[in-house]
């Protein structure tokens, strides 16, 4: 019994490791949130439902499980790589330009076809396992046994995995973990089956020597981009990092999405959103930036000379990648004296932190996630405001327009403005693509005239490029 739990077990690292890595390339490929997520794991466990029903009713007419155990394990092993390869690279198999959402129906479709095999092929082997083993608990012994192997994938998987290799190499990992559970049932199966198990091993072993990991690792990454010069793709816990360069401009794309833009960012939104909220504060000297300030924002904040400016950033790998690829613009932000970074959830420094601040501001974009619906909540904003100096001013940002406010932008921003204004005395929205909202409990905020604008820009010797005199009129008029 030993002996099988030990197969049990891997069935179980090999089944949430399976699932996580096809997950998160699919992520990607569909700019997900908790509702795709949901769709996609809905998808997995539908597929592994039909496995086990087809596969329970197979085994109950089988004299020899194991034989069957065998076949669902090479049958697994083999079509994960095959689905991890179409996860990353449906787009360009679809003719979908890589940048282009896709609709929730079509995610539904995408996911559940390319999830389908590993899925059903997986869930085929907990049924099979099930009838091998002896006694009235099989099955309970034989789900403890897969839930200790997932436990041990999941660590194996989120500190060791992850961090260090790559989504085909870790593929690679459970095939041979695969074929070593299939060894436990070598002295059960029939000599036909074994000589198709060794030819089916044989052949894997030939195509990872033919075509090696980082091979397809490299390949596939071409393919998914629209053969775009990657300049590095990277892996973390908390997500998926792409460097595209094209002549000597880099943008990072995280999870799919560009974040970071350098070093020539869009000169309009950065001027615009770091230096408005500086400059409605009569003497800005301690700031704090969370999330997404490299690239531009930290550099327009340098300009006022503060003293002080905290960024954090909760993925460690943007500042890691940031460093080893610097741009003019990249290495002043992270290497001047006045900034101070700090790898960690910006809620949780908050917590944590007795400092206070003159501007607080968020660099996120887009309450599309859990991660970032938190930074817009009335919880945050009260967290915000009990860290800002008297005058001080906490600044975001929304999806906006300077003609119609649809009812899913109304819905959008409805929300977030009232739970502003429940916290803060003063709220100053400025409209556009993105509209701006300054909070303060200083009723100066809501006073501050173009003219007295412009000339804290000219005694401060701020050198801008949109931010004139008639630019800034314009934008802060009352129509």
Avoid at 102 to 109: G, H, V, W
Avoid at 232 to 246: A, E, L, W
Wanted: positive net charge; contains cysteine; hydrophobic residues 45%.
């Amino acid at each position: 019994m030993i002996t099988w739990l030990s197969a049990v077990g891997i069935i179980g690292i090999s089944g949430i490791v399976a699932q996580i890595i096809l997950v998160r390339e699919l992520f990607i490929g569909f700019f997900g949130n908790e509702l795709i997520l949901g769709v996609i794991i809905a998808n997995w466990i539908v597929a592994e439902a039909c496995g086990a029903f087809i596969a329970g009713t197979i085994s109950s007419r089988i004299h020899k499980p194991a034989n069957l155990f065998v076949l669902w394990q090479i049958a697994f092993a083999s079509s994960l790589p095959v689905a991890l390869y179409a996860s990353r690279c449906f787009k360009s198999l679809l003719g979908i330009p890589v940048s282009e959402g896709i609709s929730l129906y079509f995610i539904f479709i995408i996911s559940f076809f390319i999830l389908f095999l590993p899925g059903f092929f997986h869930g085929a082997l907990f049924t099979t396992c099930c009838s091998l083993l002896p006694g009235k608990n099989a099955i309970g012994i034989t789900y403890a046994g897969e839930t200790v192997g997932t436990l041990l994938g999941g660590f194996l998987l989120a500190f060791i995995l992850i961090p260090h290799y790559n989504s085909f190499q870790i593929a690679a990992v459970i095939i041979l973990a695969s074929a070593l559970s299939c060894c436990i049932a070598m002295r059960l199966l029939r000599r036909r089956l074994k000589f198709f198990y060794f030819s089916w091993l044989g052949f894997m072993l030939v195509t990872l020597a033919v075509f090696p990991p980082n091979r397809i690792q490299t390949q596939s990454i071409q393919k998914q981009w629209s053969n775009q010069h990657v300049v590095d793709y990277r892996n973390s816990p908390y997500g998926n990092i792409v460097i595209i360069q094209k002549n000597s401009q880099q943008t990072y794309y995280y999870n799919g999405i560009p974040a970071i833009i350098t070093p020539n960012p869009d000169t309009l939104f950065i001027e615009e959103y770091a230096n408005f909220p500086l400059l409605f504060h009569r003497n800005p000297k301690t700031i704090l930036v969370i999330n997404q300030g490299a690239g531009g924002i930290i550099h327009e904040i340098l300009k006022h000379n503060p003293d002080r400016i905290d960024y954090t950033e909760l993925d460690p790998l943007i500042i890691t990648l940031l460093a080893k690829h610097p741009t003019s613009l990249t290495s002043e932000e992270l290497h001047a004296p006045a900034v101070h970074i700090k790898t960690t959830d910006g809620r949780a420094y908050l917590r944590q932190t007795n400092s206070c601040y003159d501007i607080l501001m968020i660099g996120t974009s887009t309450p599309s996630d859990l991660i970032s619906n938190r930074y817009f909540t009335e919880e945050f904003f009260s967290l915000a405001k009990a860290h800002l100096n008297p005058g001080g001013i906490l600044a975001l940002r929304l999806p906006g327009s300077l003609t119609y406010i649809s009812k899913e932008l109304g819905n959008l921003n409805g929300p977030v403005l009232n739970a502003l204004t429940r916290q803060f005395s003063t709220v100053r929205i400025i409209p556009g693509d993105y509209t701006y909202y300054y909070a303060s409990s200083d009723q100066e905020l809501s006073t501050i005239t173009p003219a007295e604008i412009f000339r804290r820009v000219d005694s401060r010797k701020i050198k801008t490029t949109m931010l004139i005199p008639e630019y800034i009129a314009n934008r802060l008029t009352d129509r």
